[in-house]
């Protein structure tokens, strides 16, 4: 049987999920984990038939430590281009996040209880440094890559958050929205720098052709659930 492309495969590292990606022309990861997951990543790519090798790009959605703690140590095993907005290409280099806020009575608890533990012991939210290839400010096509898709900016949860769209309508938002709650919601994030700007990223999600949202926290879903929230948070 002749395999289907795109091969998407989810690799779950605790606090958040890295995605590979393989078409017929090329691989590429979304994202890379907590730190000290590499080994992780890699296991996973050769469990599913994609040799580590064959990642010729890393997307980051956005540079917080749970999305890069793991690049530096895969980008020196197998290297590969990283693709990272140019607003947040001083934090991948520095090797530092910077904490959102909270846009919910959970999220300000939650972003209230990490403040505290990076204040007392800063290097929880530090991870390797690593210089970007590819600055991204603009709708990106990936073609050069291999991969049948492109990559949009969608600021709201840090000003410098990227989603990857693949023309089978397959999309990955990072932490643009979410899905990990017992009962599979809320979709919107529990922290964002920027909820006007989020909406207005989720707006322009909702017109392209978009089929299943692959958030880095939380299961899959489908566009219909993002364009409900969508629809009740704006409306009048």
Not at 40 to 63: C, F, M, Q, W
Not at 142 to 160: F, K, M
Request: with cysteine; aromatic share 8%.
């Amino acid at each position: 049987m002749k395999a289907e492309f795109p091969i998407i495969v989810p690799i779950h590292l605790g606090k958040s999920t890295v995605f590979a990606v393989r078409e017929r022309g090329g691989a590429m990861l979304i994202d890379a984990g907590i730190p000290g997951r590499a080994d992780k990543i890699i296991g996973a790519l050769r469990k599913n038939g994609i040799p580590p090798e064959d990642i010729k790009l890393v997307v980051i959605t956005h540079v917080h430590y749970d999305h890069v703690g793991s690049l530096a140590a895969y980008v020196k095993a197998f290297p590969c281009a990283v693709a990272v907005h140019e607003k947040e290409a001083s934090l991948l280099k520095e090797g530092t996040s910077v904490l959102p806020a909270g846009t919910s009575a959970v999220g300000r608890m939650m972003m209230g209880l990490l403040n505290a533990i990076a204040k007392m012991a800063p290097w929880t939210i530090q991870f390797m440094a690593v210089d970007a290839d590819v600055m991204i400010n603009r709708e990106t096509f990936l073609h050069a890559y291999g991969i049948s898709g492109r990559v949009l900016p969608t600021p709201g949860h840090t000003a410098g958050s990227l989603s990857v769209i693949l023309e089978n309508g397959a999309t990955f938002v990072g932490d643009l929205a979410v899905n990990f709650y017992p009962w599979g919601g809320p979709i919107f994030p529990p922290v964002a720098d920027d909820v006007p700007q989020l909406m207005k990223s989720w707006q322009a999600l909702l017109a392209q052709p978009v089929k299943t949202i692959y958030p880095a926290h939380g299961r899959p879903f489908p566009v219909a659930r993002l364009r409900r929230a969508y629809e009740k948070r704006t409306k009048v």
